[in-house]
DNA sequence: TTGTAAGCGTTATCAT
DNA sequence: ATGATAACGCTTACAA
């Protein structure tokens, strides 16, 4: 069995309330006596059961992170970032991916908080529906600890959101495509997450303030059984195919802009001569292809650190901003000429 | 605060020890008590407290994952399926990214082990050093817990490791694209890890069974500093630029892969005709460059779910196998000819 | 079948 | 500056 603080008083010829402090940092104790506990501490090895600290305090220290799918190349970074930046607050993370199913992420919260984590981080903005009773679940955790949500915005008390305005980057992004001659644009999404819904909204907003006409028929979203980069290539030539013709391509993320690319390819268009395309996130995969993929960088590490900036200051007690929006910016690389 | 079992056990009319065996699913309650608890705990919310419960219990069905970098996209893939895996079973990750330092692994330990984890999983053959000081930690930690290691060897008591032979993978495609016709190849690689190490072996043992004389010019490690693909393929160029001619190019991983397509690239080299390229992984960046990238994949998905069967066996008092190894196959795809 | 009570390893409040 | 001791919320013999 693992040593504990009785093990180490005894061996110390201390009180465990002695021993205590010193774990703690308490000022109070003298320093002959600190480092005749210190010594022995190292000497064993001993290392303070959390669990039971942790009913003492009444904090685990630990943090809990949801999201979907933490191998998703964005969520992934997203989970790093906040990993290391509560890591260096002191605090450990305990990851839940609860997968895109909604019911699950009910389960999954309630199974969280009996983990008494000290907060609740959301990443992603698949964690918010559009109708309340799918939201409910949010409203239940935060009357127990705060929540956090990374990409996407819920108004409600002890709830805090961190995000990129994905509407207005997603305006401009459209805005400076059209601007550069490119007045027919096929836009190329397929799940309407918060976030998902903001960009879309920004993407029609650049195009009706232009008063285009036929976008709408060229808004495309693939269908959920379209996993595999190739099968949403091979969507979006059959969607094309139908459709009025268009110079431009502004995809929801980059995965997505990679198959423009790929449909692209296939049917010998040449990129950017014949069709610009444009992602959004500013991942790896950006660099992966050829032409390099122009992109939206939506800031996500200065948003995980504002997350946990926020959240440290509401856990200390303090009054924070409930929602923090970051602008995202354009990165122009090779598959656009603008 | 949050209710506890007495508040259950007043408002049900029954001793604490009652609730916690309904809590428990103990066979010995009579139904009709079952279902009083049952109603209160639902009525009013109740979970229980994991703390006091691992106090109990001495164990926190918490599982420590600690892997250098959540973002790389191969250790991403695997935290997900191995939380996945784990959550089946009624388990929790907790997650800790140690970035690539050496020193901070140790720390890390120590600190993951203070939260009482029932067992530590290493992701990633970064974990394993060459010198026998630098992996102390590991039988340090395995003196108090189960070591379950994903993709290295390290044989040791309480330890288990679940692996891909990637010598054996390696030496295979080596020698399948050296059949080929292709007999002047350039090994490509960052960092020697365990895995990495044998990698390695594998491409030289395969030269050198067809008495290939000039590999060892061939074989090209990137410096650590260059960190984004654009560097590793311009110093690849430059590296090219004073070796012997090649035809082939073998690479660490996929993204090391795409760092030689995109060095093809610059320099106008036709992909497949003039040289072949082959990753390692089958990450879905083979499916972002062109032409596709031939890769060798080394069942991840698989690997994970032995890891965490071995694990609950481990956990549970059987006698578990300390190395399990898979064999990797080689994805072709367009990189390649053969 | 149910209840009582003794742990589990800390922290924190008192005294001293 | 240090030591007793009561929480903290749960599990689990042991009694009844």
Redesign the interface.
């Known amino acids: 069995m693992?040593l504990t603080i009785y093990d180490i008083s005894k061996k110390a010829e201390v009180s465990i309330a002695t021993v205590s402090r010193v774990l703690n940092g308490s000022p109070k104790v003298k320093e002959a006596t600190r480092k005749k506990v210190m010594d022995i501490i190292d000497e064993y090895?001993y290392?303070?059961?959390?669990?039971?600290r942790?009913?003492g305090l009444k904090s685990?220290k630990?943090i809990g992170?949801m999201c979907a799918?933490?191998?998703d190349?964005f969520l992934?970074?997203a989970?790093?970032?906040l990993?290391?930046n509560l890591?260096a607050h002191g605090y450990?993370?305990?990851?839940?991916?609860t997968g895109y199913n909604a019911d699950s992420k009910k389960n999954y919260a309630?199974?969280?908080?009996?983990?008494?984590v000290d907060a609740i981080i959301l990443v992603g903005s698949h964690f918010i529906g559009s109708s309340e009773e799918e939201n409910q679940y949010i409203i239940?955790c935060s009357a127990?600890v705060p929540v956090m949500i990374l990409n996407a915005s819920f108004r409600h008390d002890n709830v805090y959101c961190i995000l990129c305005d994905d509407m207005n980057a997603m305006y401009r992004a459209t805005t400076e495509m059209y601007e550069s001659g490119i007045t027919d644009i096929l836009y190329f999404y397929d799940v309407l997450s918060y976030s998902g819904r903001k960009k879309l909204d920004g993407f029609r907003m650049a195009m009706q303030s232009h008063h285009s006409k036929k976008h709408e028929e060229l808004i495309c979203q693939v269908p959920a059984d379209c996993r595999?980069?190739?099968a949403m290539a091979d969507y979006l030539g059959k969607f094309a195919a139908k459709a009025p013709k268009f110079g431009g391509i502004i995809a929801a993320d980059d995965?997505l802009a990679?198959a423009a690319?790929?449909y692209a390819?296939k049917n010998g268009i040449s990129i950017p001569d014949e069709l610009q395309v444009l992602g959004y996130n500013n991942s790896?995969?950006t660099?992966?292809?050829?032409p390099e993929l122009t992109s939206i960088d939506s800031q996500l590490e200065t948003q995980t650190r504002a997350l946990v900036k926020t959240l440290i200051g509401v856990l200390s007690g303090q009054e924070m901003p409930q929602k923090t929006v970051f602008s995202g910016s354009l990165i122009k690389r090779s598959t656009t000429n603008f």
């Open positions: 693992s090895g290392t303070p059961n959390s669990s039971a942790a009913m685990m630990t992170i799918d933490s191998s190349i992934a970074k989970v790093y970032y990993e290391q890591q450990e993370s305990l990851l839940c991916c309630s199974l969280i908080l009996s983990k008494k239940d127990k595999s980069i190739d995965q990679i690319i790929k390819q790896i995969l660099h992966c292809c050829t």
